[in-house]
C-alpha cells in the first residue's frame, strides 16, 4: 500500500505534507503504526476486539435513544437553591 503525493502547480512543501498527513490519517495507516509501537498479545487483541463488538447495555428507566444531557425543553424546571444569594 504506496501512497504517493505529486506536486501541484504553485504549492509549497508545507502543503504537500499536510495533504500526505490527511491520506496517511485517511488510509488508517497513523492508526496502525501507533498500534504496532508496542507488542500486543493475541489474547489482549482479542478481548480488545470482543469489548469493541460488544453492545452497551441501556439505561433502565431510559426511553431516549441518544442518553446524554437533557435538551432545555426536557429540564425539570427552574433552578433554586445554591450560594447564589438570589433575590428575597
Known sequence: ????????????????????KKLCEKEGLTKDVKRKQN???????KRR???????????????RQGGGRPRKS???????GGMGGGGF
Open 74 to 80: 426536557e429540564s425539570k424546571g427552574p433552578r433554586r
Open 1 to 20: 500500500m504506496a501512497i504517493r503525493i505529486k506536486a501541484r502547480s504553485g504549492e509549497s512543501v508545507e502543503q504537500m505534507l499536510r495533504r500526505f
Open 39 to 45: 507488542y500486543e498479545k493475541p489474547s489482549e487483541r
Open 49 to 63: 476486539d470482543a469489548r469493541r463488538h460488544e453492545p452497551r447495555p441501556v439505561r433502565p428507566g431510559s426511553d
